[in-house]
Nanobody, 117 residues
Framework: QVQLVESGGGLVQAGGSLTLSCVVSERLFSSYDMGWYRQAPRKTRELVAQITRDFTSNYVDSVKGRFTISRDNAKNSVTLQMNSLKSEDTAVYYC???????????WGQGTQVTVSS
């Protein structure tokens, strides 16, 4: 059973920064694309950033220029650096392994990000 463990969330003022981390117990981590998702209250979960196994990154328009995704294959981890945070970034953030662009495993507990305006 692959486990996804997210951390790093918290309460931050608008304009501030947070760094989220996710550790994945996937033996073949380096072979997969990875994604960071978020789910705001009363909204569906959305993919906000992904990084391919070749280290190519893509972002949803709403976070471009503010968020940076990175990965460390030696540590089976993926990081989301979030700058210039806005109140609309408030959500629970999750990571997952991607297969053909879709999440592959059961979701972890996520990490709450709350941005106060």
């Amino acid at each position: 059973q692959v486990q996804l463990v997210e951390s790093g969330g918290g309460l931050v003022q608008a304009g501030g920064s947070l760094t989220l981390s996710c550790v994945v117990s996937e033996r073949l981590f380096s072979s997969y694309d990875m994604g960071w998702y978020r789910q705001a209250p009363r909204k569906t979960r959305e993919l906000v950033a992904q990084i391919t196994r070749d280290f190519t990154s893509n972002y949803v328009d709403s976070v471009k220029g503010r968020f940076t995704i990175s990965r460390d294959n030696a540590k089976n981890s993926v990081t989301l650096q979030m700058n210039s945070l806005k109140s609309e970034d408030t959500a629970v953030y999750y990571c997952n392994v991607l297969a053909h662009g879709s999440p592959l495993y059961r979701w972890g507990q996520g990490t709450q990000v709350t941005v106060s305006s």
